[in-house]
């Protein structure tokens, strides 16, 4: 299997077909990371984004994880990333994932219905927390779990600060995640703080560091959820790997 590619669907292909195990498996796996800033692909991003997207389900064990519906994009980071204030920018809603000014707060997986074609988790942040050692370890255990035996998981979203970079958390996590054979993609974060060279630079070291990982999907996406720069684009990679209608879970 391909932990590179990721597409969207071809006429004719089945709605059970669309993914496999183990990430990266949208059958249509030819499309090159640029087909994701085309027009059509926007689009198809934007209106992924426009349908209702609610929480449904808190896990804080891995027997407390919810039935694997439909495909799912994690994201994950060190704490005070700013990944919350990410997923309300993506679903243009302010409040959807929880925000606060103390690092380490969500403590849960938390998962959320995007229009019945795709599964958001938030998933708690790493590398601080103000909580007792034996919880911290709980939250650890939890998301390894999920990350390495999770059947729908499609991608890990990985969300490094631009302005700071790689550090040896995060290649902890990559490397986890390419001996577990789990497709990831760097998000970068916060970057409307930089030039536009020191984002070239940023987003060029970064993709060089993550390139010793074979999982790693070579685009990294350079984001402000302050601005919005970016937003589109992550919106058109995350509609790649939804499915292209609801699933009907009634019997």
Same mark, same amino acid.
């Given at each position: 299997?391909?932990?590179?590619?990721?597409?969207?669907?071809?006429?004719?292909?089945?709605?059970?077909?669309? @993914?496999?195990?183990?990430?990266?498996?949208?059958?249509?796996?030819?499309?090159?990371?640029? +087909?994701? !800033?085309?027009?059509?692909?926007?689009?198809?991003?934007?209106?992924?984004? %426009?349908?209702?997207?609610?929480?449904?389900?808190?896990?804080?064990?891995?027997?407390?994880?919810?039935?694997?519906?439909?495909?799912?994009?994690?994201?994950?980071?060190?704490?005070?990333? $700013?990944?919350?204030?990410?997923?309300?920018?993506?679903?243009?809603?302010?409040?959807?994932?929880?925000? *606060?000014?103390?690092? $380490?707060?969500?403590? !849960?997986?938390?998962?959320?219905?995007?229009?019945?074609?795709?599964?958001? =988790? +938030?998933?708690?942040?790493?590398?601080?927390?103000?909580?007792?050692? #034996?919880?911290?370890?709980?939250?650890?255990?939890?998301?390894?779990? @999920?990350?390495?035996?999770?059947?729908?998981?499609? &991608?890990?979203?990985?969300?490094?600060?631009?302005?700071?970079?790689?550090?040896?958390?995060?290649? /902890?996590?990559?490397?986890?995640? /390419?001996?577990?054979?789990?497709?990831?993609? =760097?998000?970068? #974060?916060?970057?409307?703080?930089?030039?536009?060279?020191?984002?070239?630079?940023? &987003?060029?070291?970064?993709?060089?560091?993550? *390139?010793?990982? #074979?999982?790693?999907?070579? %685009?990294?996406?350079?984001?402000?959820?302050?601005?919005?720069?970016?937003?589109?684009?992550? &919106?058109?990679?995350?509609? $790649?790997?939804?499915?292209? &209608?609801?699933?009907?879970?009634?019997?």
């Amino acid at each position: 299997m391909d932990h590179h590619a990721a597409g969207c669907p071809g006429k004719g292909e089945s709605q059970e077909g669309l @993914y496999l195990n183990r990430g990266t498996t949208i059958l249509n796996t030819g499309l090159d990371p640029s +087909d994701f !800033e085309t027009p059509e692909a926007i689009e198809a991003g934007r209106k992924l984004f %426009a349908g209702e997207c609610a929480f449904y389900w808190a896990a804080n064990r891995a027997s407390n994880l919810p039935p694997p519906e439909r495909p799912e994009a994690a994201f994950v980071g060190r704490s005070n990333v $700013g990944k919350s204030s990410l997923i309300n920018a993506l679903t243009g809603r302010r409040t959807l994932a929880r925000t *606060s000014q103390t690092p $380490g707060r969500t403590r !849960e997986l938390n998962f959320f219905n995007l229009g019945g074609r795709l599964t958001l =988790v +938030d998933m708690p942040g790493y590398g601080y927390a103000k909580a007792p050692k #034996t919880q911290i370890a709980g939250w650890t255990a939890l998301a390894r779990t @999920y990350l390495q035996q999770r059947t729908v998981l499609a &991608r890990l979203f990985l969300l490094i600060d631009g302005r700071h970079g790689t550090k040896d958390a995060d290649h /902890d996590l990559m490397g986890l995640m /390419d001996r577990s054979a789990v497709s990831f993609q =760097v998000v970068l #974060t916060k970057c409307d703080k930089l030039s536009k060279a020191e984002l070239d630079r940023m &987003r060029a070291t970064t993709l060089d560091e993550c *390139s010793r990982y #074979t999982t790693c999907y070579p %685009a990294a996406v350079a984001t402000s959820a302050q601005s919005g720069d970016g937003i589109p684009l992550l &919106r058109s990679f995350l509609a $790649g790997l939804a499915l292209p &209608r609801p699933i009907s879970t009634e019997e």
